[in-house]
């Protein structure tokens, strides 16, 4: 059998990584080296171009903003072996815009929360771009690979029958998996003026704000499945989604 690393070791990324490998509802696991998310790619070297080939990277999904892509281009924008996609993703979660105009009041669940009730376009037409990707693995990422990435991957997770518990902690790896990144991030903010206290809040990845999340949609819309049905995704779709990560 085949033994596959969780966090795949990039020079010029911090946090890609793999939804593969986790327990479902029905006693199964998840599979390996279908989906992917990660925080920006525009530091990858031609080594590390390589390496994601190599693990079956075919689709790459930019959920960044236009100011964002401009100021750190993203490498598979024209690569012949990649069907390159760009939708912006509640682009105010960008860490660097969040903290420009944040206060210290400022809380990442509540942020969540407001994207799954607002964004839902953007987040049907990921999840759409998705099941249907062709064969290969498919890699949606964003700049810290924590937020909009987050978002996308609780409900991936939750769709193929993955628990609460280990959405929540697949949401916590950041913290734990992403230093370098974590530590130039917090840096470039710092740099810029913006208040420690601040910088904290918008970089952490506290399970509580995942499990918030979670709350939200079980709150007001019943289920994920539920959710998703609200999204425009009706039972084939939803299977087609699922079956990325079966």
Request: net charge negative; charged share 25%; aromatic share 6%.
């Amino acid at each position: 059998m085949l033994s596959y690393e969780r966090l795949i070791a990039l020079e010029g990324a911090h946090n890609v990584r793999d939804l593969g490998g986790y327990r479902t509802a029905n006693g199964g696991l998840t599979r390996w080296r279908s989906i992917l998310r990660g925080d920006a790619l525009h530091r990858l070297s031609e080594a590390d171009i390589d390496t994601l080939l190599d693990n079956g990277l075919a689709t790459v999904i930019d959920l960044r903003n236009a100011h964002e892509i401009a100021i750190e281009a993203n490498p598979f924008t024209d690569h012949a072996q990649i069907r390159y996609h760009n939708t912006p993703l509640f682009s105010a979660l960008a860490p660097v815009e969040m903290m420009a105009n944040a206060a210290l009041s400022f809380d990442m669940g509540d942020r969540y929360c407001q994207a799954i009730d607002d964004c839902q376009p953007a987040i049907a037409e990921v999840l759409k771009t998705i099941a249907d990707a062709p064969e290969g693995a498919v890699l949606f990422h964003c700049s810290a690979g924590k937020d909009r990435t987050g978002v996308i991957s609780a409900l991936l997770l939750a769709n193929a029958g993955v628990d609460e518990a280990t959405i929540v902690e697949d949401y916590a790896l950041t913290a734990t998996i992403s230093g370098p990144l974590i530590a130039r991030l917090r840096e470039r903010a710092l740099g810029r003026g913006t208040p420690a206290a601040l910088v904290d809040i918008v970089l952490a990845s506290e399970p509580r704000s995942m499990r918030q999340a979670l709350d939200h949609i079980a709150r007001n819309y019943g289920s994920v499945r539920d959710y998703l049905v609200r999204l425009g995704f009706d039972e084939p779709a939803m299977a087609r989604l699922r079956t990325r990560l079966s």
